[in-house]
Protein backbone atom coordinates (compact mmCIF):
# COMPACT_ATOMS: atom_id res chain seq x y z
CA UNK A 1 0.00 0.00 0.00
CA UNK A 2 1.46 3.93 -0.59
CA UNK A 3 0.77 6.69 1.10
CA UNK A 4 -0.60 9.69 -0.49
CA UNK A 5 0.14 13.30 -1.01
CA UNK A 6 -1.55 15.30 0.90
CA UNK A 7 -2.63 18.46 -0.43
CA UNK A 8 -2.18 21.73 1.61
CA UNK A 9 -2.72 25.73 1.51
CA UNK A 10 -6.26 27.97 2.03
CA UNK A 11 -6.17 28.78 -1.46
CA UNK A 12 -5.93 25.01 -3.21
CA UNK A 13 -9.01 24.40 -5.46
CA UNK A 14 -9.72 21.06 -4.07
CA UNK A 15 -10.26 22.07 -0.35
CA UNK A 16 -12.26 24.99 -1.33
CA UNK A 17 -15.06 23.29 -3.70
CA UNK A 18 -17.56 20.77 -2.33
CA UNK A 19 -16.97 17.33 -3.16
CA UNK A 20 -19.07 14.60 -5.23
CA UNK A 21 -20.81 11.74 -4.34
CA UNK A 22 -19.36 8.75 -3.94
CA UNK A 23 -21.28 6.50 -6.41
CA UNK A 24 -23.43 2.68 -5.80
CA UNK A 25 -22.62 0.79 -5.99
CA UNK A 26 -19.05 1.40 -4.50
CA UNK A 27 -16.35 1.19 -7.41
CA UNK A 28 -13.42 -1.20 -6.38
CA UNK A 29 -10.80 1.32 -6.51
CA UNK A 30 -12.78 2.79 -3.31
CA UNK A 31 -11.10 0.31 -1.49
CA UNK A 32 -7.64 0.98 -1.84
CA UNK A 33 -7.90 4.58 -1.74
CA UNK A 34 -9.79 4.24 1.82
CA UNK A 35 -6.72 1.48 3.04
CA UNK A 36 -4.25 4.44 1.42
CA UNK A 37 -5.96 7.20 3.30
CA UNK A 38 -5.57 5.45 6.93
CA UNK A 39 -1.67 4.63 6.50
CA UNK A 40 -1.38 8.42 4.93
CA UNK A 41 -3.77 9.73 8.23
CA UNK A 42 -1.73 7.71 10.25
CA UNK A 43 1.65 8.57 8.71
CA UNK A 44 0.87 11.80 9.29
CA UNK A 45 -0.33 11.74 12.58
CA UNK A 46 -3.64 12.80 11.95
CA UNK A 47 -7.08 11.57 13.54
CA UNK A 48 -8.97 12.38 10.46
CA UNK A 49 -8.44 12.52 6.83
CA UNK A 50 -10.91 13.37 3.95
CA UNK A 51 -10.07 12.62 0.21
CA UNK A 52 -9.93 16.52 -0.73
CA UNK A 53 -7.03 16.69 1.63
CA UNK A 54 -5.55 13.74 -0.86
CA UNK A 55 -6.49 15.71 -4.00
CA UNK A 56 -9.72 13.62 -4.58
CA UNK A 57 -13.13 15.06 -5.20
CA UNK A 58 -15.11 12.41 -3.67
CA UNK A 59 -17.22 12.78 -0.53
CA UNK A 60 -14.86 10.15 1.76
CA UNK A 61 -13.00 10.41 5.27
CA UNK A 62 -11.23 8.48 7.94
CA UNK A 63 -11.10 8.78 11.45
CA UNK A 64 -9.05 6.98 13.86
CA UNK A 65 -10.00 7.53 17.63
CA UNK A 66 -8.67 5.29 20.34
CA UNK A 67 -7.01 2.83 17.95
CA UNK A 68 -10.76 2.32 16.07
CA UNK A 69 -10.85 3.20 12.60
CA UNK A 70 -14.07 4.22 10.82
CA UNK A 71 -14.56 4.72 6.83
CA UNK A 72 -17.24 7.09 5.88
CA UNK A 73 -18.49 7.60 2.64
CA UNK A 74 -21.03 9.96 1.63
CA UNK A 75 -21.27 11.20 4.86
CA UNK A 76 -24.07 13.74 5.95
CA UNK A 77 -24.88 15.42 9.39
CA UNK A 78 -28.99 14.74 10.03
CA UNK A 79 -29.62 16.34 13.17
CA UNK A 80 -27.18 19.04 15.27
CA UNK A 81 -27.51 19.62 19.13
CA UNK A 82 -28.59 23.49 20.22
CA UNK A 83 -25.18 22.86 22.29
CA UNK A 84 -21.91 24.50 21.44
CA UNK A 85 -18.10 24.33 22.30
CA UNK A 86 -15.22 25.72 21.38
CA UNK A 87 -12.38 23.38 20.26
CA UNK A 88 -9.01 24.44 19.35
CA UNK A 89 -8.58 22.73 15.58
CA UNK A 90 -5.67 22.08 13.78
CA UNK A 91 -5.36 20.44 10.19
CA UNK A 92 -3.47 18.52 8.01
CA UNK A 93 -3.89 20.84 5.10
CA UNK A 94 -2.82 23.56 6.97
CA UNK A 95 0.24 22.49 8.90
CA UNK A 96 0.83 24.55 12.05
CA UNK A 97 -2.51 26.63 12.16
CA UNK A 98 -5.02 26.43 14.85
CA UNK A 99 -7.96 28.19 15.36
CA UNK A 100 -10.33 27.79 18.20
CA UNK A 101 -13.54 26.48 16.18
CA UNK A 102 -17.55 26.69 17.84
CA UNK A 103 -19.22 22.95 16.95
CA UNK A 104 -22.12 21.13 18.09
CA UNK A 105 -21.79 19.25 21.21
CA UNK A 106 -23.81 16.34 19.53
CA UNK A 107 -24.65 15.45 16.03
CA UNK A 108 -26.10 12.61 13.99
CA UNK A 109 -24.93 11.19 10.81
CA UNK A 110 -25.77 8.86 8.58
CA UNK A 111 -23.51 7.47 5.83
CA UNK A 112 -22.40 4.16 3.71
CA UNK A 113 -19.60 2.25 5.19
CA UNK A 114 -16.67 0.46 3.48
CA UNK A 115 -19.19 -2.59 2.67
CA UNK A 116 -21.78 -0.59 1.49
CA UNK A 117 -23.94 -0.74 3.79
CA UNK A 118 -26.19 2.80 5.30
CA UNK A 119 -24.85 3.52 8.68
CA UNK A 120 -26.29 5.94 11.23
CA UNK A 121 -24.85 7.11 14.49
CA UNK A 122 -25.11 9.43 17.20
CA UNK A 123 -22.17 10.75 18.64
CA UNK A 124 -20.74 13.81 20.94
CA UNK A 125 -17.40 14.80 22.13
CA UNK A 126 -14.18 14.38 20.29
CA UNK A 127 -15.77 12.33 18.14
CA UNK A 128 -18.50 14.93 17.16
CA UNK A 129 -15.80 17.37 16.34
CA UNK A 130 -13.77 14.94 13.86
CA UNK A 131 -16.80 14.56 12.31
CA UNK A 132 -17.86 18.19 11.88
CA UNK A 133 -14.28 19.03 10.97
CA UNK A 134 -14.16 16.72 7.96
CA UNK A 135 -17.47 16.95 6.46
CA UNK A 136 -16.58 20.69 6.52
CA UNK A 137 -13.49 19.23 4.22
CA UNK A 138 -16.25 17.52 1.87
CA UNK A 139 -18.04 20.63 1.69
CA UNK A 140 -15.12 22.56 0.83
CA UNK A 141 -14.41 24.68 3.99
CA UNK A 142 -11.25 24.80 5.62
CA UNK A 143 -10.71 25.41 9.42
CA UNK A 144 -9.46 29.04 8.42
CA UNK A 145 -12.36 29.84 6.51
CA UNK A 146 -15.06 28.95 9.46
CA UNK A 147 -12.73 30.89 11.79
CA UNK A 148 -13.24 33.95 9.70
CA UNK A 149 -16.78 33.25 9.38
CA UNK A 150 -17.52 32.75 13.63
CA UNK A 151 -15.67 35.81 13.35
CA UNK A 152 -18.10 37.61 11.19
CA UNK A 153 -20.99 36.66 13.10
CA UNK A 154 -19.57 37.85 16.10
CA UNK A 155 -18.91 40.92 15.48
CA UNK A 156 -22.79 41.33 13.65
CA UNK A 157 -24.21 40.30 16.98
CA UNK A 158 -22.35 42.19 19.28
CA UNK A 159 -21.01 45.00 17.43
CA UNK A 160 -17.25 46.10 17.29
CA UNK A 161 -15.65 48.96 18.91
CA UNK A 162 -14.01 51.31 16.07
CA UNK A 163 -11.80 54.70 17.42
Same mark, same amino acid.
Given at each position: ???????????????????????????? =?????????????????G????????????????????????K???? =??????? =????????????PG?????????????????? @?????????????????????????????????Q??K???? @????????
Amino acid at each position: MNTLTLVTGANTDVLNRKAFPVALPFPD =EIYSLLDEMVITMRKEKGIGLAAPQVGISQRICVIEIDGTVTKYLNP =EITTRSQ =EKIFFEEGCLSLPGEFFPIERHEEITVKYWNE @KGLPKRIRTRGLLAIVLQHEIDHLDGILICKRYQRQKSKEG @KIYGRIVE
